[in-house]
């Protein structure tokens, strides 16, 4: 089944909680929570003060994406704060093998994400850690950009390595992902969507859910 995960950084952060009832209505899996540093990013977001007070009005899985530096250093509050997925950037990572076993060591699921720009080979080594792979399809540390096509084919090529280890691993793509191009994703290989402007950005965002789920 192909996993719906929605970023709140297009949300109304002045109405979140009204923004989160209506996807988690609407039916999504979980919620992407995106967290930026303005160091790792040219952005800055939210942190676990914010996502402590999301995880008491929702029973969504929640997903964080950390776009920062040294992420060892708040992996603990992050779980405290109600975190269930918990994904560092390899980029990020002096040494993401050790990032990993801290993660896991909370008793919650940990992912490794990719830049655009980044080779998947940088995932050979770590692969039967993870729970799920992050590909980025858009160049971190903002919402609305332009999903990036070469990515198609990391996706296809991501899935055939996980495959070929016998492995069962969640595939994330994240950026610049819409109605009208979740299909090819999806047939790529990712089986789990995140969707910020096309989600929260909307009009009508349960009738944006539903959309996406008629296409996936
Ligand atoms: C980008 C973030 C994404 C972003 C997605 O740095 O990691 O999660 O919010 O937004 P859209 O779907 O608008 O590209
Ligand atoms: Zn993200």
Redesign the pocket.
Same mark, same amino acid.
């Given at each position: 089944m192909v996993k719906l995960s929605p =970023?709140i950084? =297009?949300a109304n952060f002045a109405n979140l909680k009204e923004d989160i009832e209506k996807v988690e209505k609407a039916g999504v899996d979980m919620l /992407?929570i995106?967290v %930026?540093d303005g160091q790792f @990013?040219p #952005?800055i977001s939210i942190g676990p003060v914010v996502l402590k007070s999301v995880s008491k009005i929702t029973n969504l899985v929640l997903d964080v /994406?950390l %776009?920062i530096e040294e992420p060892d250093r708040y992996i603990k509050e992050f779980v405290d704060a109600g975190a269930h997925i918990i994904t560092v950037h390899m980029e990020a990572c002096t040494h993401i093998h050790r990032t990993i076993q801290l993660i896991k060591s909370y008793g919650v699921k940990a992912g490794v994400s990719l830049n655009p720009g980044t080779p998947l080979n940088e995932l050979e080594y770590i692969l039967d850690h993870v729970d799920m792979v992050l590909l %980025?399809s @858009? #160049?971190?540390? !903002?919402?609305?950009?332009k !999903?990036i096509p070469i990515v198609k084919d990391k996706i296809i090529k991501l899935k055939k390595m996980i495959g070929d280890k016998g492995l069962n691993i969640d595939i994330e793509v994240?950026?610049?992902?819409?109605v009208d191009n979740v299909k090819e994703v999806v047939e790529a290989g990712a089986n789990v969507i @995140?969707?910020? =402007?096309?989600?929260f950005?909307a009009h009508n965002i349960e009738e944006a859910v539903m959309d996406f789920r008629k296409n996936i």
């Amino acid at each position: 089944m192909v996993k719906l995960s929605p =970023s709140i950084l =297009s949300a109304n952060f002045a109405n979140l909680k009204e923004d989160i009832e209506k996807v988690e209505k609407a039916g999504v899996d979980m919620l /992407h929570i995106d967290v %930026m540093d303005g160091q790792f @990013v040219p #952005n800055i977001s939210i942190g676990p003060v914010v996502l402590k007070s999301v995880s008491k009005i929702t029973n969504l899985v929640l997903d964080v /994406h950390l %776009m920062i530096e040294e992420p060892d250093r708040y992996i603990k509050e992050f779980v405290d704060a109600g975190a269930h997925i918990i994904t560092v950037h390899m980029e990020a990572c002096t040494h993401i093998h050790r990032t990993i076993q801290l993660i896991k060591s909370y008793g919650v699921k940990a992912g490794v994400s990719l830049n655009p720009g980044t080779p998947l080979n940088e995932l050979e080594y770590i692969l039967d850690h993870v729970d799920m792979v992050l590909l %980025m399809s @858009v #160049n971190p540390g !903002f919402g609305g950009q332009k !999903f990036i096509p070469i990515v198609k084919d990391k996706i296809i090529k991501l899935k055939k390595m996980i495959g070929d280890k016998g492995l069962n691993i969640d595939i994330e793509v994240d950026g610049g992902i819409k109605v009208d191009n979740v299909k090819e994703v999806v047939e790529a290989g990712a089986n789990v969507i @995140v969707a910020g =402007s096309a989600i929260f950005g909307a009009h009508n965002i349960e009738e944006a859910v539903m959309d996406f789920r008629k296409n996936i």
